[in-house]
């Protein structure tokens, strides 16, 4: 392999996601194990706690012959060379803009003019390298207002609207003859300002920062300048991956121009973004797999985007909503028809089976959850991950905003179904629910939006309930 156009003896292989049962791509937070000096690692470096962003499904793998290349290596399965450096040339197969203050401390050793240190610049006490870290995500839905202020909102079950009592002009006789002075009116659910929360979280250390754009499937994506915007405000203070999503498909402007979804998708990334997340065209684009014998034909808004930039670069949000089976006929019906059926606790209150133990299968929504569909949540999983995404961002429409904890039985079976890594995500309403979760499923990565917004709880606190609980992450 070359760095720098230099010759550097080695292999470079793709994780062996079967030997070493791995998620590929490997994405997150992991550690690092120096190997000699190195001015990008001037401030001392803690190997049990340090940790920098990667992303990648490929590596190279140390041996004798570029032995004096390496800088550090890294453990996803088993070693990897994760830096190198020959005097003034050094490369990293992370992203030190994308790893916060560490990334930044990296990148100004790498600007500064100062020699290597004589020796490593480790803790004595450091122990091994840390090892991948579970993920915290704040989720940002925003909206546009009724003043056309782009907010962060949030919904309950996916409706993001709340009453407003305005004066509607009546008087104390209206009022006594039972007429109410104050009138309903909807508006949009205001939590604060993007940027500011942004800042908030990342100062709060969470890993990933996650942008959903509510009804942006019925707007002109391309020309979604607030949006834009947003992206570039946060990325010039914020050293975390962000994700955007909405709207993100091909569709015709009204004054008939052709948008594809590649020119959206790079319009974003030019605004700043890490990685677009796809939902409802995703939905859509297995529909059209499956019709096509499940052979891909480059035609699809996923293909695309990731042929581009990479699967790292696609996210795929499943919306999915229980479809409870309550005779035997509607459970073969169910199973003739190909579904996953999960055995669940009912969450019908009207049902006689409330509470009990029932089967159903999860119908993959479109819409922002408005439209079932006759798509398995599974089966979507499954096709994307054929089609080339890179990461399943996993929710649940019967879980969002119950703050009852994450819908484990669906999580497990999606994380059994694909290779991808999941990012769990709906329901969580305490720390205690991302123990659970990074417990009981093999999930690497929990998202959660209300209860960091309202203030329950912070993203300081859930990661230090969860490192308390024996899960690794970055503190």
């Known amino acids: 392999w070359f760095c720098r156009n230099m010759m550097v003896s080695g292999k470079v292989e793709k994780f062996d996601l079967q030997k070493e049962k791995l998620s590929v791509p490997h994405i997150g937070w992991n550690g690092l194990t120096l190997h000699k000096p190195s001015r990008l690692f001037r401030k001392q470096w803690n190997q049990a ?26 453990t996803y399965g088993s070693d990897y060379i994760s830096a190198v450096q020959k005097g003034n040339i ?35 006490s450091a122990g091994i390298a840390a090892a991948l870290s579970k993920r915290i995500i704040a989720c940002l839905d925003v909206r546009r207002d009724e003043d056309e202020n782009l907010v962060v909102t949030k919904g309950l079950s996916y409706d993001v609207m709340e009453e407003e009592k305005v004066d509607s002009g009546g008087n104390e006789n209206e009022n ?20 500011e929360m942004s800042e908030d979280y990342s100062t709060q250390g969470v890993d990933e920062l996650t942008f959903l754009s509510i009804k942006s499937y019925a707007n002109s994506t391309l020309g979604d300048t607030p949006l834009h915007r947003l992206l570039e405000r946060t990325s010039e203070k914020v050293f975390v991956p962000l994700t955007i999503g909405g709207g993100i498909r091909d569709y ?16 974003f990334f030019r605004s700043g973004a890490d990685k677009v997340s796809i ?8 529909q059209k797999l499956q019709a096509n014998n499940n052979k891909c034909d480059d035609s699809t808004s996923i293909e695309a985007i990731s042929h581009a930039y990479g699967k ?48 159903c299968w999860y119908s993959a929504t479109t819409s922002g959850g408005k439209t079932l569909s006759d798509l398995d949540a599974v089966d979507l999983v499954k096709g994307v991950e054929t089609l080339g995404a890179g990461e399943i961002l996993l929710n649940c429409i019967d879980f969002d905003g119950q703050g009852k904890g994450f819908d484990i039985q669906l999580i497990n079976t999606v994380c059994n179904a694909t290779t991808l890594p999941v ?15 990074f417990k009981q499923t093999r999930a690497e990565a929990g998202l959660a939006a209300g209860i960091f917004h309202r203030k329950e709880t912070t993203v300081a606190e859930v990661k230090n309930h969860i490192m308390k609980k024996g899960v690794s992450t970055r503190l």
């Not at 939902?279 to 297995?286: E, F």
């Not at 909503?321 to 019906?333: E, F, G, S």
């Not at 990012?423 to 979760?437: P, V």
């Open 312 to 359: 790292q670069a696609v996210v795929v949000s499943v919306d999915p909503k229980r479809v409870y089976l309550d005779t035997p006929k509607q459970i073969a019906k169910a199973e003739s028809e190909g579904h996953t059926l999960i055995e669940v606790e009912d969450l019908r209150e009207e049902s006689e089976t409330f509470g009990k133990t029932v089967k």
């Open 90 to 124: 050094m490369a990293t197969q992370f992203h030190p803009e994308k790893s916060g203050e560490i990334g930044l401390s990296i990148l100004a050793g790498f600007l500064g003019e100062s020699a290597d240190p004589l020796k490593l610049q480790v803790a004595e």
């Open 252 to 267: 015709k402007e009204k004054d008939g121009t052709e948008v594809k979804a590649l020119d959206v998708a790079s319009q």
């Open 423 to 437: 990012i769990a995500s709906s329901g969580a309403g305490k720390a205690e629910h991302f123990s659970e979760l």
């Open 176 to 195: 006594e003859n039972g007429s109410d002075p104050l009138k309903k009116k909807l508006r949009v659910r205001n939590l604060g300002d993007p940027v």
């Open 49 to 74: 706690t340090g940790r920098v962003y990667f992303v990648h499904s490929f590596c190279a793998r140390p041996n004798d012959e570029n032995k004096d290349w390496i800088l550090s290596t890294t």
């Open 279 to 286: 939902g409802s065209d995703a939905v859509r684009a297995v």
